[in-house]
Each structure stands twice: as structure tokens, then as C-alpha cells.
């Protein structure tokens, strides 16, 4: 029996493929995972269901939470992080801000602050 593949919720994904939160998309993708966009106003990004929050996403445990969405948006998403059952969340450069980091932090979440595309080991420039 094969390994269950790793899960990530993208947080601001995008049907518009110069955005990262589009090509983190299929950055996550290429590499094996399997991918949940959120986007309230989509319903497919990439072939792929969008979800319009974390809620909506089936199956369990994720392994990431990947923000790409502005500080007051992410900040916003906290509580729904908190609620599902989350392995890490990403803050990807743009995403961040010291309320949001703050927050994150009080509500116990494992926050790590980087481009997740690049941590897969990608270039964005590629996607």
C-alpha cells in the first residue's frame, strides 16, 4: 500500500497563472501533493474543485495551510486554521504582517514564514 500523498489548502488561489497563488498551485501539484484551493468567488482552479474555505475541504488532517492572501485577508483565516486540523502554516512573502504573526502564534498555530513554492525545492519563475 502506497504512502498517502500530502495535503495543502492554498489560500488565495487564482485562475490567473501569473499570481502565486496560482502557481503554487500547480507547484504543489507537480510535485505529488494533493492540492485544495480556497477561493470563496471560484469554483475550479488548475481542473481542480476550489473550496471557499477551509471548512468545505474533505478528507481530514491537512498537512499545510499556504496563505497567499494580504495580511487583513489572512488574518481573517486564523480561526478557521485553528479550528481544522492543521500540520503547518505557511506565510508566504506579501502574506504576513507582526498582528497576523502575532495572532497565529497566540492561537498555538506552527507558523513558518517563507515561500512554500521554493521550500518544495521549485522556482516560481518556472510556473
Not at 30 to 42: I, K, R, S
Not at 71 to 99: H, Y
Not at 103 to 111: I, K, P, R, T, Y
Request: glycine letters at 8%; aromatic letters at 6%; a negative charge.
Amino acid at each position: 500500500m502506497s504512502e498517502p500523498r500530502p495535503r495543502i489548502a492554498v489560500v488565495g488561489a487564482s485562475r490567473d497563472r501569473s499570481k502565486f497563488g496560482n502557481k503554487a498551485v500547480r507547484a504543489f501539484v507537480a510535485q505529488g501533493w494533493e492540492v485544495f484551493p480556497v477561493n470563496p468567488t471560484l469554483d475550479e482552479v488548475e481542473g481542480l474543485r476550489a473550496y471557499p474555505d477551509l471548512a468545505s475541504i474533505p478528507g481530514g488532517r491537512l498537512d499545510r495551510v499556504s496563505l497567499y492572501v494580504p495580511p487583513q485577508v489572512g488574518i481573517r483565516v486564523l480561526d478557521q486554521i485553528k479550528l481544522a486540523d492543521v500540520g503547518e502554516v505557511w506565510l508566504n512573502p506579501g502574506s504576513e504582517s507582526p498582528e497576523l504573526v502575532a495572532h497565529a502564534e497566540a492561537l498555538g498555530l506552527d507558523v513558518i514564514q517563507a515561500c512554500s513554492i521554493i521550500d518544495l525545492g521549485e522556482n516560481p519563475r518556472h510556473y
